[in-house]
T-cell receptor, first 113, second 113 residues
Framework: DTEVTQTPKHLVMGMTNKKSLKCEQHMGHRAMYWYKQKAKKPPELMFVYSYEKLSINESVPSRFSPECPNSSLLNLHLHALQPEDSALYLCASSFYSGANVLTFGAGSRLTVL | GENVEQHPSTLSVQEGDSAVIKCTYS??????FPWYKQELGKRPQLIID?????GEKKDQRIAVTLNKTAKHFSLHITETQPEDSAVYFCAASVSSGNTPLVFGKGTRLSVIA
């Protein structure tokens, strides 16, 4: 298996909802990432997990809460989001954190109403 | 921290012509330089990368060159085809520790048939 799988592909939520994005990889990668991508912009790093521990949090608002239950799974819990949080959320993984080949998932397109 | 500048932001070429995208970086410690291609509505995918111990790398119609002294690297696509139309992102990182990739702002390449 050489893929990063993200669910759901599309998500529409209200500002009072709680939802979660899920990411899974079975490549034995020990680093996993969440990126946010707005239209016509590069991916913007949110969080990095290395060996299931949060190693980087790029000053992301607390309405985004990451979780890494095990080495293959990465979640992003969403609560009380704002319309400006609407974006494509990309999960990625690599063998280890740092300069390594990133494999991206197809993304979850989030719309906040 | 690292800063990556990418030019041009948009590029249109006739099918069969060559395309060149240029990036500069600021951190002389950076030693890993990947290029990602993102088609409309798809995930970013690594197309080629180079490490600072080499000056050029080729893969069929794609090549990347690196000038460490000037701190710039370039993507060259020869014999462009319509399927090369996409957004291309360069990135840079230090290959150690916990340093994530820093992306350029992207170049939208259009290949006109």
């Amino acid at each position: 298996d050489t893929e990063v799988t993200q669910t759901p592909k599309h998500l529409v939520m209200g500002m009072t909802n709680k939802k979660s994005l899920k990411c899974e990889q079975h490549m034995g990668h020990r680093a996993m990432y969440w990126y946010k991508q707005k239209a016509k912009k590069p991916p913007e790093l949110m969080f990095v997990y290395s060996y299931e521990k949060l190693s980087i949090n790029e000053s992301v608002p607390s309405r985004f809460s990451p979780e890494c239950p095990n080495s293959s799974l990465l979640n992003l819990h969403l609560h009380a989001l704002q319309p400006e949080d609407s974006a494509l959320y990309l999960c990625a993984s690599s063998f280890y954190s740092g300069a390594n080949v990133l494999t991206f998932g197809a993304g979850s397109r989030l719309t906040v109403l | 921290g690292e800063n990556v500048e990418q030019h041009p932001s948009t590029l249109s070429v006739q099918e069969g012509d060559s395309a060149v995208i240029k990036c500069t970086y600021s951190d002389s410690a950076s030693n890993y330089f990947p290029w990602y291609k993102q088609e409309l509505g798809k995930r970013p995918q690594l197309i080629i990368d180079i490490r600072s111990n080499v000056g050029e790398k080729k893969d069929q119609r794609i090549a990347v060159t690196l000038n460490k002294t000037a701190k710039h690297f370039s993507l060259h696509i020869t014999e462009t085809q319509p399927e090369d139309s996409a957004v291309y992102f360069c990135a840079a990182s230090v290959s150690s520790g916990n340093t994530p990739l820093v992306f350029g702002k992207g170049t939208r390449l259009s290949v006109i048939a």
